[in-house]
Nanobody, 117 residues
Framework: VQLVESGGGLVQPGGSLRLSCAAS????????MSWYRQPPGKERELVASIGSTGRSTNYADSVKGRFTISRDNAKNTVILQMNSLKPEDTASYYC???????????WGQGTQVTVSS
């Protein structure tokens, strides 16, 4: 399993960013994909998940109405569109999946999002 995130950066409060995760090494269209984040000095937390077909999504309460997760199974890509960003959204963002009950969760290398004026 390989997951490569991109799209992070520095943005002002109220701004937007679009994170992308390119997946390979597994049958992408068969698995739930998730975005997690880890703010400085805090534990990693789930931000959003999307089912294998894209029809079902779940969001952390803190991002509902501002973030949208989507996927393109033809391109093996999962997207996190982040709007109305707040300073508290500052974190390293990770793409993740779990392809087997007997294997650990897989992670990308992460991409840094900093929301600051």
């Amino acid at each position: 399993v390989q997951l490569v995130e991109s799209g992070g950066g520095l943005v002002q409060p109220g701004g937007s960013l679009r994170l992308s995760c390119a997946a390979s090494g597994f049958t992408f269209s068969s698995y739930v994909m998730s975005w997690y984040r880890q703010p400085p000095g805090k534990e990693r937390e789930l931000v959003a998940s999307i089912g294998s077909t894209g029809r079902s999504t779940n969001y952390a309460d803190s991002v509902k109405g501002r973030f949208t997760i989507s996927r393109d199974n033809a391109k093996n890509t999962v997207i996190l569109q982040m709007n109305s960003l707040k300073p508290e959204d500052t974190a390293s963002y990770y793409c993740s999946t779990k392809v087997s009950a007997f294997s650990p969760r897989s992670w990308g290398q992460g991409t840094q999002v900093t929301v600051s004026s």
